[in-house]
């Protein structure tokens, strides 16, 4: 594997999944800000209703963000069991392993990816 020789698959997994357990509990926390928001105007003002609001969108687009990462993981994960990882998807070389531990979710190589 030429460079990848010099990666620490098992480092790579840990902090796979070390972000992953992140996301995932970020997710669980924030989960009261992407709750719909109440429209009682007797209980919320209509001021603090569009504060409610509009926090609620920037939560539900955090989230969204969110689980597109934990999907990037979960792939990498997933190459990782394969044999799979640090292999370009478009040309099939290997992906340069400074690359990889830059961002260990990355599927193409530099070439491929410009």
Known sequence: MGD??????????????????ALLEDSSSAADERR?????????GR??????????????AVETRRRG???RIEAALKRLETDDFGY???????????RLEIDPTTTRCVDCAT
């Open 4 to 21: 990848h020789d010099d990666l620490d698959l098992a480092k790579i997994r840990r902090l796979l999944e070390d972000e992953r357990a």
């Open 36 to 44: 719909p928001v109440e429209l009682d105007q007797q209980s919320v």
């Open 47 to 60: 001021l603090s209703r569009m504060d409610a609001m509009q926090v609620q969108a920037m939560a539900q």
């Open 69 to 71: 990462r934990l999907q």
């Open 88 to 98: 370009c998807d478009d040309c099939g070389e290997p992906i340069p392993a400074k």
